[in-house]
């Protein structure tokens, strides 16, 4: 399990701080220019520089970063989520499955991408959740 913190346009320069207290290489970052057209979604010129996904691989964990766009609820202190990867796609379904149980679907199973099989769920506890089948696009 890794974990996901969003920030609100300033991930580029937490990143960097970050790296620098690990003393980690400089992270290679997407953009929300960077991805492709996604159907119904309009990016505004401010979100394009924004950062859409990075990673950094700290002692043994991935976490994960990424400014949230335009429109997007932001608040500080909750601005950390949950992020399971699993080349067993059923369990990814699983997981799904069980997850919505009394909680909130924000994104469901869909193919993106980065994946066949990605979704976003807040449980019924207000946790955050990224599952995303590892079919091997994002590598």
């Not at 690990?22 to 505004?44: C, Q, S, V």
């Not at 059923?90 to 066949?116: C, D, H, N």
Request: aromatic share 12%.
């Amino acid at each position: 399990m890794d974990a996901f913190i969003n920030f609100n346009g300033n991930c580029s320069e937490a990143m960097a701080f970050y790296a620098k207290v690990f003393k980690l290489d400089a992270p290679e970052i997407m953009r929300f220019a960077d991805a492709p057209p996604m159907e119904g979604w309009e990016m505004n010129e401010a979100d394009k520089e924004k950062v859409m996904y990075a990673d950094l691989r700290i002692n043994g964990s991935t976490i994960m970063f990424s400014d949230v766009p335009t429109g997007m609820p932001f608040v500080q202190g909750s601005n950390i989520q949950l992020t399971i990867g699993d080349t067993n796609k059923a369990e990814i379904e699983r997981l799904y499955e069980a997850l919505k149980e009394g909680g909130k679907v924000m994104m469901p199973l869909q193919e993106t991408f980065w994946s066949s099989c990605y979704g976003y769920i807040v449980d019924q506890f207000g946790t955050p959740w990224h599952l995303s089948y590892d079919d091997g696009r994002n590598n």
